[in-house]
């Protein structure tokens, strides 16, 4: 059978037969009665690797982002989050369909950041003409870009002036760590709660992890049985997510390492249109002439190779792409435009 070069997301990748034999063998009880070994250990092991004193198994980043939006705010309360940022733009509308929470998105900077300025001036006086402004998102990496470390300690500062919390998407904060050489519990430091994902390039098959101090993962673990979260023997899952945690961070080097290869080669394509120096992580952005794009991941498709057509195409590296793969990609694209 042919391998596909699936270069649409690092979500899509598939347990090995190492990942498969721990979940076979996981030892499982019912999570909801809080029986479940293997994901009480992987809630350790995770708390453990970002330095806080509690962590919750959840189904998905979406949900632990949500049951974040959910604890730190109430019904007529606001959080701050980018204009493009995963917790306001891509996860349906999660917060205030079910908690009543009202978004103020922010347009994010070129780097990813929010401009703080911009963010102290969206926060609410006390006043019952608006919403109680409880809470600024950030998300790192966004967009595959590492979020400066000064930065998130300066956001910590300013949250505290205005007694807002902080939360961290951080789906991918170990390719952030593997990126920065700083440990993840360093990224972690100046947040109230951070949501991490066991599914991309860390290549679980499922989950996430909400991380923060033992009052807020209590009340997120009550409303992760709220919004149908509470799965029973899910030490299955979590033996992945441990076996991930474990075996996937500091190979996440290598998937960077490809983009970069993967941006170099597809730069050097005429037609395309490409910045290297952006690449920072395992995310690679280039356009494509418009009227080329469909033939151009038809012809790729043709080939084994899927992308997501976009403008730009976001092409993500993770652990079922190796170097011949990305040298495969490079030269079906420049097959096609030249
Ligand atoms: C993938 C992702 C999430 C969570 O997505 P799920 O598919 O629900 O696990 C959250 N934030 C960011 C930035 C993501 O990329």
Not at 70 to 92: N, P, S
Not at 132 to 156: D, F, I, K, M, Q
Not at 214 to 230: I, L, N, P, Q, Y
Request: proline letters at 4%.
């Amino acid at each position: 059978m042919r391998k596909i070069i699936d270069l649409r997301s690092d979500t899509v990748t598939r347990p090995g037969k190492a990942m498969r034999r721990v979940m076979a063998e996981a030892e499982v009880g019912d999570d909801v009665f809080g029986d479940d070994p293997t994901v009480q250990q992987l809630e350790m092991l995770a708390a453990e690797m970002l330095n806080k004193e509690a962590a919750l198994f959840a189904p998905s980043g979406t949900q632990t982002n949500l049951l974040a939006l959910l604890t730190h705010c109430g019904r007529g309360d606001e959080y701050i989050v980018g204009q493009d940022a995963h917790t306001y733009l891509y996860e349906g509308g999660g917060g205030a369909a079910l908690g009543g929470i009202q978004p103020q998105p922010l347009e994010l900077e070129a780097d990813g950041t929010l401009d703080l300025g911009k963010v102290e001036k969206a926060i609410k006086p006390d006043d019952y003409h608006y919403a109680r402004t409880r809470l600024l998102c950030l998300e790192n990496t966004s967009y595959g870009r590492v979020l400066p470390h000064a930065y998130l300690e300066e956001a910590r500062a300013r949250v505290d002036r205005h007694g807002l919390r902080l939360h961290l998407d951080g789906a991918r904060i170990f390719n952030a760590a593997v990126k920065s050489g700083r440990p993840a519990s360093e990224i972690a430091a100046p947040f109230d709660s951070i949501s991490v994902c066991l599914s991309k390039g860390l290549g679980a098959p499922v989950g996430s992890v909400l991380l923060g101090d033992s009052d807020f993962v209590r009340e997120a673990r009550r409303w992760r049985k709220v919004v149908g979260g509470g799965m029973r023997q899910s030490g299955i899952l979590a033996a992945a997510g441990i076996y991930a945690l474990e075996n996937h961070v500091d190979r996440l080097a290598e998937d960077h390492a490809h983009a970069l290869r993967l941006a170099h080669g597809l730069a050097a394509v005429d037609g395309v249109d490409l910045d290297v120096d952006a690449v920072r992580t395992n995310m690679v952005f280039a356009e494509f002439p418009a009227d080329r794009l469909a033939g151009l991941a038809a012809h790729l498709e043709t080939g084994g190779i899927l992308i997501e057509p976009g403008k730009p195409v976001r092409f993500v590296t993770h652990l079922d792409v190796d170097i011949n793969a990305i040298d495969k990609v490079i030269d079906a694209v420049k097959e096609f435009l030249e």
